[in-house]
């Protein structure tokens, strides 16, 4: 029985007991406990090779089953057009397929060309012209001063605001100049509100981010690729593009006070409107317990 992470046809997440893609309604197979599926686990035992290899000794299935390999080690139906393991875009589908003869693999140790394939520090085959590892995003050559893989060094302001989109601001910027988000300021919002690196606006009183999960009670500071990815403050690469981080483009939690003023996160005063923030927000805090204990009891937990 096997189990997807990702749709095989057209490559959205999968959530946990999801019966059909929210993405393409494509029936998935968490439910169908009775039906006969190809046993198709992902090779961990043998690392991330891209290696050649006959995995057919090991398919357990009734019907002539024509696979691929994935990068990421999991057995493919020749047919899906995305791995349901990683999620990543399949080749050679359509036409081509048609056109090209399909061989299945097989283990042959002279296709590991020694001089020029680059293994690196997490096992995974990459080619001699690769920067970058394919799987874990080291970098696999000495560092060259290239535009693309230094982008998020070139900082133009003396004391820059990033936003969550990856675009660098003037720290007297009002808006972010590459997607408009506030920068220094909202509309008047009646009440205090935490500002998550997300960029969405939580109630005081939350403890999670409502869209992505991180602490509230706590400052949160991420480090912005300038493709927009938030990666955490020990990443040296960013997860989506692999370009080498800088740990200047840092991003943190605020707090937005009621009249609209985004100050940093332990601010004790708001500078625009002189309110107590942190003795509002213990209040509110205090008085949502209070509320959550009174519920309790009258629901007898």
């Known amino acids: 029985m096997g189990f997807w992470n990702y749709c095989p046809n057209c490559g959205k997440r ?3 007991n999801e019966e059909f893609c929210s993405g393409c309604g494509a029936e998935t197979i968490f439910q169908n406990n009775e039906d006969n599926y190809f046993f198709t686990p992902p090779i961990h035992n043998i690392g991330f090779f891209d290696l050649k290899i006959d995995f057919s000794p090991y398919i357990n299935c009734n019907a002539d089953f024509k696979y691929d390999v994935c990068v990421c080690g999991y057995i493919n139906n020749i047919d899906n057009e995305f791995c349901p393991h990683c999620g990543v875009k399949r080749i050679d589908k359509g036409l081509s397929r048609l056109i090209k ?15 020029t394939d680059i293994i690196c520090e997490c096992g995974a085959v990459n080619s001699g012209d690769s920067e970058f590892c394919d799987m874990c995003g080291r970098s696999l050559h000495e560092e060259t001063e290239t535009d693309d893989a230094h982008a998020n060094f070139n900082i133009e302001y003396k004391n820059p605001i990033f936003c969550v989109c990856g675009e660098e601001n003037s720290e007297d910027s009002q808006y972010c100049q590459g997607c408009g988000i506030p920068l220094n300021g909202y509309n008047n919002i009646d009440e205090i509100k935490i500002l998550c690196t997300c960029s969405v606006l939580n109630d005081a009183t939350s403890d999670f981010c409502v869209e992505c999960g991180n602490k509230l009670n706590m400052e949160i500071s991420e480090i912005i690729c300038v493709c927009g990815t938030r990666n955490p403050l020990n990443a040296r690469f960013c997860s989506s593009c692999q370009k080498r981080l800088n740990p200047e483009r840092i991003i943190k939690s605020k707090i937005v006070c009621s009249c609209g003023k985004i100050m940093d996160f332990n601010s004790e005063f708001c500078p625009n409107c002189g309110k107590n923030i942190k003795k509002v927000i213990k209040r509110k805090k205090t008085f949502s317990k209070t509320i959550k204990s009174v519920r309790n009891v009258w629901n007898g937990v």
């Open 14 to 16: 999968l959530k946990p």
């Open 101 to 115: 003869k399909f061989v299945k693999p097989k283990f042959n140790i002279d296709d590991i060309e020694v001089n």
